[in-house]
């Protein structure tokens, strides 16, 4: 019997010789599991998945008052639960350690090995790895959406259809801002009106346009646009189609014909339009013309529409231009 115990005894201390020395061999020590640091880490986690939820879901609904500051805050708090977490696995779950000299740059085999073999044996003081990867796959997902989502108000891609959308028929009078409508008697050259569709919304993209008078001898209007401006009143668009901004300068020559000839001017980044020509670009960064409205006058001396815009109102995004 005292013989069984004696080789027990021995197997016993063979078995732990040999895993000390295989603790010996490790290149990281192995690292107690810290089940309450692993739990604070998908804590931060979800919070920063949930923050970066909230920035889509703040972006989306764009009737929430202070909305800027509201985007701010979500993504700033999921940006600083992201870095809490970070830091919380480097501090409490990964192992330390001790070096007394930097590491060699990886040139040889060996050395490259034992880099992997660090990296390898990190992950034992992780208890829920699993979780913790999707806790991390969902954070890194959520966060690449609200970075993502500002993307959407560059315009549609495909569906373009409702930028064709007007307001703008045939015979629909044109009103002032004050809600009377515009007699062709009352365009003076060298001046600068601002018109919209009767009863209907005003804050449609395609409903404001701007009217001006130019002598008739001057216009140079494409093809198949005869009889659009009738004793030299034309109408135009008053979004621009830069980047959507108002059509709000007329330059009108006083001294002719030193200065330059009348044209459209957009404030903002001072995209020039020629609206003797059909809108087309003179200067700046204007991708096309200013689509023309077509005018008519009635029998009472009105102005109205005699159809839809040249072509489609608003910024050129890619889809606009490609259609």
Do not use: N
């Not at 810290?34 to 879901?57: D, I, K, N, Q, Y």
């Amino acid at each position: 019997m005292s013989r069984v115990r004696a080789l027990f005894a021995a197997l016993l201390f063979l078995l732990g010789l040999r895993r000390a020395v295989a603790e010996r061999r490790r290149v990281v020590p192995r690292g107690r599991p810290s089940p309450r640091a692993e739990a604070v880490v998908l804590a931060l986690l979800g919070l920063a998945t949930l923050c970066s939820a909230g920035f889509v879901a703040v972006y989306a609904l764009d009737r929430i008052p202070r909305q800027t500051q509201f985007l701010g805050l979500t993504l700033g708090l999921a940006l600083a639960f992201l870095a809490a977490a970070c830091v919380v696995v480097a501090r409490r779950v990964l192992p330390d350690e001790e070096v007394a000299h930097d590491y060699p740059p990886p040139a040889h085999e060996r050395e490259r090995e034992e880099v992997v073999r660090i990296v390898e044996e990190s992950k034992d003081a992780f208890t829920r790895r699993r979780l913790l990867g999707l806790a991390a796959g969902g954070a890194g997902a959520a966060l690449g959406a609200a970075l993502i989502t500002p993307v959407v108000s560059l315009g549609p891609f495909l569906d373009t259809d409702r930028l064709r959308a007007s307001p703008w028929s045939r015979g629909r009078r044109l009103v002032g801002e004050d809600g009377r409508p515009l007699r062709a008697g009352d365009i003076g050259f060298k001046e600068f009106y601002t018109a919209y569709p009767e009863g209907a919304d005003r804050e449609q993209v395609a409903a404001p346009v701007v009217v001006v008078r130019l002598p008739p001898s001057a216009l140079r209007l494409p093809d198949g646009r005869t009889g659009w401006a009738p004793h030299g009143i034309l109408a135009y668009s008053k979004v621009c189609t830069h980047a959507g901004c108002a059509i709000a300068l007329y330059r009108a020559p006083l001294y002719e014909p030193r200065e330059p000839k009348p044209a459209l001017v957009c404030p903002c980044h001072y995209s020039t339009f020629d609206p003797a020509a059909g809108g087309t670009v003179l200067f700046g960064p204007a991708g096309r013309p200013l689509p023309q409205l077509p005018l008519l006058i009635d029998g009472a001396g009105h102005l109205r529409a005699a159809g839809g815009f040249s072509g489609p109102v608003g910024p050129s995004w890619w889809g606009v231009r490609m259609k």
